[in-house]
Antibody, heavy 123, light 108 residues
Framework: EVQLMESGGGLVQPGGSLRLSCAAS????????MNWVRQAPGKGLEWISY????????NYADSVKGRFSVSRDNAQNSLYLDMNSLRDEDTAVYYC????????????????WGQGALVTVSS | EIVLTQSPVTLSLSPGDRATLSCRAS??????LAWYQQKPGQTPRLLIF???HRATGIPARFSASGSGTDFTLTISSLEPEDFAVYYC??????????FGGGTKIEIK
């Protein structure tokens, strides 16, 4: 069974930093692209970052580019999101999400989601 | 950036009704569109991929159509568990991967 478990959320002041982690299990982590998707309270879904299986390709939404950094450790089956210069509008639940496996063809839809980590940016 | 516009924002229906949800893209996404369902307090669930294909385990009452810029998700007969928020998402041109704003199906 695919499992994704985020940790590291919490309350942080504007301008502060936080690191989210995602522990993956139940699948071969090293072959899947991984994403971070966030959802502000009562709002819709926003993709914020992608990292390819070998970390060769990383992408960010404009809203977080230059402030957030995604990384992974395939040996530890772990995904990370380093968040700096946090703003009030970054307050959201952050989901670690695995790419969709269409019979061995991995495509950027979102198939498996962690339960999310709440990040609250407030003074 | 491809913008996805979903309509209506809210759909008020009764169990057994047919639901028709729309997703319109600001430019062609070919058939590279997915639909998700999110129930309160739960994570989103992938329903449809590549515009028309049901994901594993999705009931047959969910169907979808469209290509290019106009897409439709249809629920043929609403079950109580189908009252939720539905999102579309494109993978045609990215980054960024983008979602629509969502359609909420509520009980009338």
């Amino acid at each position: 069974e695919v499992q994704l478990m985020e940790s590291g959320g919490g309350l942080v002041q504007p301008g502060g930093s936080l690191r989210l982690s995602c522990a993956a299990s139940g699948f071969t982590f090293s072959v899947f692209g991984m994403n971070w998707v966030r959802q502000a309270p009562g709002k819709g879904l926003e993709w914020i970052s992608y990292i390819s299986p070998t970390s060769m390709t990383v992408n960010y939404a404009d809203s977080v580019k230059g402030r957030f950094s995604v990384s992974r450790d395939n040996a530890q089956n772990s995904l990370y999101l380093d968040m700096n210069s946090l703003r009030d509008e970054d307050t959201a639940v952050y989901y670690c999400v695995r790419q969709f496996d269409n019979n061995g063809h991995y495509v950027p839809y979102f198939q498996h989601w962690g339960q999310g980590a709440l990040v609250t940016v407030s003074s | 950036e491809i913008v996805l516009t979903q309509s209506p924002v809210t759909l008020s229906l009764s169990p057994g009704d047919r639901a028709t949800l729309s997703c319109r893209a600001s430019q062609s996404v070919d058939n590279y569109l997915a639909w998700y369902q999110q129930k309160p307090g739960q994570t989103p669930r992938l329903l449809i991929f590549d515009a028309t294909h049901r994901a594993t385990g999705i009931p047959a009452r969910f169907s979808a159509s469209g290509s290019g810029t106009d897409f439709t998700l249809t629920i043929s007969s609403l079950e109580p568990e189908d009252f939720a928020v539905y999102y579309c998402q494109q993978r045609s041109s990215w980054p960024p991967l983008t979602f629509g704003g969502g359609t909420k199906i509520e009980i009338k």
